[in-house]
């Protein structure tokens, strides 16, 4: 995931994937926020198709996230779910299972959707599938696509992805924005640079492109994004990509040189403060 951001929106290096919990550093309503973050973790894995899960694979879970917690807090935390009717237990045998009572609801504003489950281990499963995708294109193109132009496919499949890991990274932190537990400017400084960057990279493509990108590839399935856990909706997507790829390609050739410009253009912006600085400095200590 890093060195995909890295490649293709390096301004985004350090803080692409900062997330800032109000309740954590202040130690208050502590309880709540465990809750909402295991829950979070059973909703990626729910997404992901997978509706059993053990103490054990929340706890390592968990650990991918967020700061790290003894396994008999999770244990409680889980227990405290099931009191609440949020989970209920299955027993296999000396394996103890948790599964959610009722699956997470759809069509719910992200508000109200955020005050039960934390969305990151969600979003960043998405943006990290992606990242696997972006990393093998080559391999995608050569396996699907017709000869003759590998090379342009790759290059464009590549850039489509890119552009989709940066609207999960947008859908995401909008989400965040509106946790109870999260720091809101953190967010709104994070949503302002996503917006940047984006913009960027995709303001000549064409909208119906773009609206397709972000609502259904970028998008958890709560939110109406396409089931990817499905190995059947996995290959029409993969497919639909390469058509796209394919499609646009005139559209992602102009917008390259458009980002090649613009990005030229920051550089000596960049540049010439830098100097101007230097000039200043140098001037008070001649001074």
């Given amino acids: 995931m890093e060195k995909i951001i890295h490649e ?16 954590e550093e202040q130690q208050i309503k502590t309880g709540r926020l465990h809750e909402n973050r295991i829950l979070g973790i059973m909703l990626k894995f729910y997404l992901e198709g997978k509706q059993k899960v053990t103490t054990r694979e929340v706890e390592l879970e968990y650990k991918k ?3 790290d917690i003894a396994r008999s807090t999770i244990s409680t935390y889980l227990n405290m779910l099931k009191k ?11 394996v103890v299972y948790y599964i959610f009572q009722e699956p997470p609801p759809k069509d719910i504003s992200g508000f109200w959707f955020t005050r039960l489950f934390c969305i990151d281990p969600a979003y960043f499963y998405r943006a990290i599938y992606f990242a696997s995708l972006y990393s093998i294109a ?7 696509a017709e ?13 489509l992805i890119g552009v989709i890991i940066l609207f999960i ?3 995401r932190n909008s989400k965040c924005n509106l946790c109870q537990f999260g720091k809101q400017e953190q967010y709104n400084h994070l949503i302002d640079e996503l917006d940047s960057a984006l913009k960027d990279r995709t303001d000549v493509l064409p909208s119906e492109l773009l609206d397709t990108l ?7 399935q709560v939110f109406e994004g396409m089931n990817l856990s499905d190995e059947l909706e996995e290959i029409k997507m993969i497919k639909r990509l390469l058509t796209y790829a394919n499609r646009y390609n005139k559209d992602i050739e102009f917008q390259l040189m458009v980002l090649g410009r613009r990005l030229e253009s920051k550089s000596l912006q960049k540049g010439n403060i830098e100097s101007d600085t230097l000039e200043g400095k140098e001037e008070k200590i001649i001074e």
């Fill in 138 to 144: 080559r391999k995608i193109v050569q396996e699907n």
């Fill in 147 to 159: 000869k003759g132009n590998e090379n342009i496919l790759e290059g464009n499949l590549k850039y």
């Fill in 8 to 23: 293709f929106a390096p301004e985004l290096d350090e803080i692409y994937n900062i997330r800032e919990d109000e309740s």
């Fill in 65 to 67: 996230y967020f700061k």
């Fill in 84 to 94: 609440e009717a949020m989970l209920i237990k299955e027993r296999d045998g000396r």
């Fill in 169 to 171: 990274l947008k859908n």
């Fill in 214 to 220: 972000k609502k259904e590839f970028s998008e958890i």
